[in-house]
């Protein structure tokens, strides 16, 4: 870009922080200070707002960068992403929204903890909610990193690193100033922004081909470099080796399952006053993503035609800048006034939606931190939820009055404080692992996090919703039980070590044959589910158990 263009470029940006630091500088002024404020915003959004902000925290970097740059170097295969994020939300709203907002209050482990001993719950997934927010945020990361290298011209090591710092500063300090209220209003103003310009983008490809998407399509496959094959399965997975068949299989089980385990979007569910309206609020959600990646579809195939598979890969090996480069193409070229004026707008777009994703992010996993480690590790006669270590359900503990209250609400003042804490650690170990995966495609890294949450987080989910003979043991079992395969066959895979586009390139030490675990960890979770509770000492509780069921399907007793 010229001198003028990136001026324009780092106009724009300047012009979406300043935008998100006003929100969060709003937020922060209207603050209660309270722990129901700061996870949950106080509870006072509507269906509609909250349907925009689940829509804002899912509709990540991965989707506007990584899946219509799958899409431009391997097609059909790159299609997968975009159908499996989308199925995922029939399970959230069918088994999912209703029930996790009357059973908890601002985590997971407020679910799970309503019939369980909550010490030890709390501890295995706060544990769980940390590595999956991670491993997301590094992928958003390293979206924004390779976004603003590429628009800036400054494709070396420290254009990135600049970036990634200056993003995990901006997360950090939309969640320590603004909590759960300023991370909801960034999203749907995000929301807003990003379905608009991925609509503008949709609406220019397809007048290029006269709205033919056949055309589109043939026009795809003809400069992709892989001409029929270009439509149909088996260029990234199910191809000769059976290892590559697997990973598909693998692949889609992690996005249609992980959604409904992922921290940050089960949190949302706690922002809306009740069942009926979180339940609303995916019902929104799901129009809005459906709607977003039926035009993903339409920019990785545009890209594939206008500016060819190979050019995508040449800028990116990862794909990640096939977006950027298709809307300099529409624009009249990169050279253009017009082009370039185009992919600064999209690029701002794409840096409002990473910041706003992080937020979330980050805000899951320092509530994590605070109101499920922290609690249970360091008060744990006073642990959120709370108080009598039979975990009774929370309820009622807001209603009583005098001393016991009083002492709770100093509790969930410090575990504010530990939040804010926490957000910066996090923020720091991100900012971390994300400079070392700056070659990794991110819808792939997504896939890995959704992978994580589907073998760990969902399994004890609905155990605990929807199985009587659930135990603690059976709890903590599950959870570890899908949170350790998973990372160590990451740790094993050639995502880390063994190819080129790996963490490590120049080591091979994979033994692990597919690069997402979910085939292998989420089975493994159910199961350890299963034994735990099998091997229980004392049976559970028919008592607590009915009284969750009673609170989970009706909403008494729900905060």
């Known amino acids: 870009m010229s001198g003028h263009h990136q001026s324009l470029t780092l106009l724009l940006f300047s012009a979406v922080v300043a935008a998100t630091l006003a929100i969060t500088s709003w937020a922060g002024s209207r603050r209660r200070g309270s722990a129901e404020e700061f996870y949950a915003g106080g509870r006072l959004f509507t269906p509609l707002e909250n349907g925009f902000a689940l829509a804002g925290d899912y509709m990540s970097a991965a989707s506007f960068l990584g899946i219509a740059g799958l899409i431009a170097l391997y097609g059909y295969d790159g299609m997968l992403y975009s159908v499996g994020f989308l199925v995922a939300w029939l399970l959230v709203l069918l088994l999912v929204a209703e029930l996790v907002r009357n059973c908890g209050r601002f985590t997971l482990a407020d679910v799970v903890a309503v019939r369980m001993r ?108 892989h001409g029929a094959d270009f439509l149909a399965p088996g260029l990234r997975y199910g191809g000769a080796g059976w290892a590559s068949r697997l990973d598909f299989i693998s692949l889609g089980l992690a996005l249609v399952l992980g959604t409904a385990g992922l921290p940050h979007i089960l949190a949302r569910f706690y922002t ?157 170990v991100a900012i971390g692992l994300s400079l070392l995966a700056q070659e990794l495609n991110v819808a792939f890294l997504v896939g890995l996090a959704f992978a994580v949450a589907a073998s760990a987080n969902l399994p004890v989910l609905l155990f605990a919703l929807f199985w009587r003979r659930f135990t603690t043991r059976g709890a903590v079992w599950s959870v570890y039980g899908g949170l350790l395969p998973a990372v160590v066959l990451v740790a094993f895979s050639p995502v880390v070590s ?62």
Not at 525 to 547: I, N
Request: proline share 4%; with cysteine.
């Open 118 to 225: 909550e010490r030890p719950v709390r501890i295995a997934l706060g544990c769980s909610s940390m590595v999956v927010s991670v491993l997301y945020l590094v992928a958003q990361m390293v979206g924004a990193g390779s976004l603003v290298a590429l628009l800036l011209g400054g494709h070396g090591a420290a254009a990135h690193t600049w970036t990634v710092l200056g993003v995990g500063a901006l997360m950090v300090f939309y969640v320590i100033c603004g909590g759960m209220r300023a991370t909801t209003w960034i999203q749907i103003v995000k929301a807003v922004l990003l379905i608009g310009g991925a609509l503008a983008l949709s609406i220019l490809v397809l007048l290029r081909f006269g709205g033919d998407l056949a055309q589109l399509l043939t026009s795809a496959a003809g400069r992709s470099g």
């Open 498 to 559: 063994g190819s080129p586009q790996a963490l490590f390139p120049g080591r091979d030490f994979a033994c692990f044959p597919l690069e997402n675990p979910g085939l292998v960890s989420i089975p493994l979770g159910f199961l350890a589910g299963w034994l735990g509770t099998l091997l229980s000492r004392g049976d559970a509780d028919p008592a607590r158990y009915a009284e969750s069921e009673v609170r989970s399907l009706t909403g008494a007793g729900a905060v």
């Open 272 to 428: 809306v006053p009740t069942a009926r309206a979180a339940r609303r609020s995916v019902v929104w959600a799901i129009g809005l993503i459906g709607s977003f990646y039926l035009m993903t579809i339409v920019l990785g195939t545009g890209a594939a035609a206008l500016v060819g598979s190979d050019a995508v890969r040449r800028s990116s090996p990862a794909g990640n800048t096939a977006v950027p480069l298709l809307s300099a193409e529409l624009g009249g070229g990169a050279d253009s006034t017009g082009g370039a004026a185009l992919t600064a707008l999209v690029a701002a777009v794409a840096f409002a939606t990473i910041l706003a994703v992080v937020a979330g992010i980050t805000l899951a996993a320092s509530a994590a931190a605070a109101h499920d480690l922290y609690a249970s590790c360091a008060r744990p006669g006073t642990a959120a939820g709370r108080g009598d270590p039979a975990g009774a359900p929370h309820a009622p503990r807001r209603r009583d009055g005098g001393r016991k209250r009083q002492r709770g609400d100093g509790n969930r003042t410090d575990e504010v404080f530990v939040a804010r804490v926490a957000a910066v650690v996090v923020g720091a």
